[in-house]
C-alpha cells in the first residue's frame, strides 16, 4: 500500500481483556518495528522485525505482550489481560533501511477502562 | 544506553517568523543517526529531517535546517518563514549506526510548538 496502515485507529478494553493490534506496512519493507506512546511522551521502542524474525524485544514491558510478523508482512501486537497502565497510543512503523527514517501509521490509541 | 533531552516542552512563535527548537543527547558512540519527526494531531510521525554524525555540514530540507554541534552533542532544529501548518509536536530521536536488529530510535519527550496567525 501506499502508507504504513494499522487498525482498528481506536479500542476501548475492559481490564483483563486481551485486545489485538494490526500493523500493515509498507510493501517491501523489510523492517517493522512497533513503539508504545504514552500521554505527553515520546514513542518508546516496543520490538523489532526483520521480515518474519523478531530480532529484538528488549522493550515489551512484560509477558503480557506479544508480537509476530509470521509472513514477513501483516504484524499483529498482542497484549493479554490488559491493565490501566497498557492505555497508550501504539505506533507501528516500517522502512527499508531504518538509516533513511521510518514511516510510521496513525498509530492505535488503546484505552483500558 | 542514549539518551535524547528536549528542554522545551513548549513553544510558540508568529506565522513567518523563525523558531529553533533544541536537542542534546548523550551516547558514546562514534557514529550514529539524528532524526527529527513532527507529530501533527492525527497522531502520524513525519521524518521532517535527518542527519549523518560522521558528515560536518549541516542538513537542509527546504525550510528545515539543522545546527549539529557533535562535541557538544547538540542537534537543534532551525524553521524559517513559518507556517501554520507546522504547529505539531515535533521529536529528537537517535539511531546507532545500522547494523541489523540495531536500527531503534531513542526519542525525546518533544517540544511542542504552535504557530500563531
Known amino acids: 500500500g501506499a502508507g504504513v496502515s494499522q487498525s482498528p485507529r481506536y479500542k476501548v478494553a475492559k481490564r483483563g481483556q486481551d485486545v489485538a493490534l494490526r500493523c500493515d506496512p509498507i510493501?517491501?519493507?523489510?523492517?517493522l518495528f512497533w513503539y508504545q506512546q504514552a500521554l505527553g511522551q515520546g514513542p518508546e521502542f516496543l520490538t523489532y522485525?526483520?521480515?518474519?524474525?523478531?530480532?529484538?524485544k528488549s522493550g515489551l514491558p512484560s509477558d503480557r505482550f506479544f508480537a509476530e510478523r509470521p509472513e514477513g508482512s501483516v504484524s499483529t501486537l498482542k497484549i493479554q489481560r490488559t491493565q490501566q497502565e497498557d492505555s497508550a497510543v501504539y505506533l507501528c512503523?516500517?522502512?527499508?533501511?531504518?538509516?533513511?527514517?521510518?514511516?510510521f501509521g496513525s498509530g492505535t490509541r488503546l484505552t483500558v477502562v | 544506553a542514549q539518551t535524547v533531552t528536549q528542554s522545551q516542552p513548549e513553544m510558540s512563535v508568529q506565522e513567518a517568523e523563525t523558531v529553533t527548537l533544541s536537542c542534546t543527547y548523550d551516547t558514546s558512540e562514534s557514529n550514529y543517526y539524528l532524526f527529527w519527526y513532527k507529530q501533527p494531531p492525527s497522531r502520524q510521525m513525519i521524518l521532517v529531517i535527518r542527519q549523518e554524525a560522521y558528515k560536518q555540514q549541516n542538513a537542509t530540507e527546504n525550510r528545515f535546517s539543522v545546527n549539529f554541534q557533535k562535541a557538544a552533542k547538540s542537534f537543534s532544529l532551525k524553521i524559517s518563514d513559518s507556517q501554520l501548518g507546522d504547529t505539531a509536536m515535533y521529536f529528537c530521536?537517535?539511531?546507532?549506526?545500522?547494523?541489523?536488529?540495531?536500527?531503534?530510535?531513542?526519542f525525546g519527550t518533544g517540544t511542542r510548538l504552535t504557530i500563531i496567525p
Open positions: 522485525f526483520q521480515n518474519e524474525a523478531q530480532l529484538d
Open positions: 530521536a537517535f539511531m546507532k549506526s545500522a547494523n541489523f536488529g540495531n536500527e531503534k530510535l531513542t
Open positions: 510493501s517491501g519493507h523489510v523492517s
Open positions: 512503523a516500517s522502512s527499508f533501511t531504518g538509516v533513511w527514517g521510518y514511516t
